[in-house]
């Protein structure tokens, strides 16, 4: 039965992948069932052993997206040690979600494509994932504010919003050999968390303080438009 069991779960990953893929091309509207059996090289009868139809199929894409990025965000931050500090679990997300995303790029792109277009049962159903996800990132933020590593005046809902749908565009312009998921993730993580993070304690200074020079005049005056 186990031997039985581990087929079927590796022959309904392959039907996923194939629908990915379909709906990524085709949309919606676009896509068959016998599209699908025939990119997954399975005989039609073998495909509706899994999936009924079109609408339970790309239900079960949109939610297999989500739910591999989530898993391997979760699993990257729960390998931290306890020791890690805000930054570091931010950073780690950041790139744990680039690189989730571009592993099951098929998902990610086919949800884009398709999302406005499935029937309205279908999307309110898989925005309780949606939401689930979006959740954990606040969450995310809202302990690194408690620690007294982010402003206290940070939009923590606006800046998920923000962090997440720049995150998620990399699946469109990402290509393999150009810069590294690290390096990306580590430009992201700069530009995210330099505007978030409160600055680290100055020592005070002695003596007198120094008057800017005309070059340093010209930048603080110009940062302060």
Known sequence: MAVKGAKSSI????VLDAAARIFRDSGYAGTTMRAVADEAGLQAGSLYYHYKGKDELISAVL????????????????????????RQR???AIEAHIAAIIAVGDYTLATRRV????PQ???TRHM?????????????????????????????KLCRLF?????????EWYKPGAASIHDIAGTFGTLVLDG???????????????????????LLSTAAR
């Open 121 to 123: 049962a279908i999307r």
């Open 196 to 218: 978030l993070l409160q600055p680290a304690p100055q020592p005070a200074s002695r003596g007198r303080a120094r008057a800017p020079r005309g070059s340093d005049h010209a």
């Open 128 to 156: 309780r994932l949606r939401d689930a996800y979006g959740a954990f990132w606040d969450q995310l933020f809202e302990d690194v504010r408690a620690a007294g590593e982010m402003r206290p005046d940070a939009d923590l």
């Open 163 to 171: 962090v997440l749908g720049a995150l998620n565009w990399t699946a």
């Open 11 to 14: 022959s309904q990953r392959r």
């Open 90 to 92: 931010i950073e780690t």
């Open 63 to 86: 939610d297999s997206g989500v739910s591999q990025v989530a898993t391997l965000v979760k699993d990257a931050l729960a390998a931290l040690p306890a020791t890690a500090t805000g």
């Open 115 to 118: 999302f406005g277009q499935v």
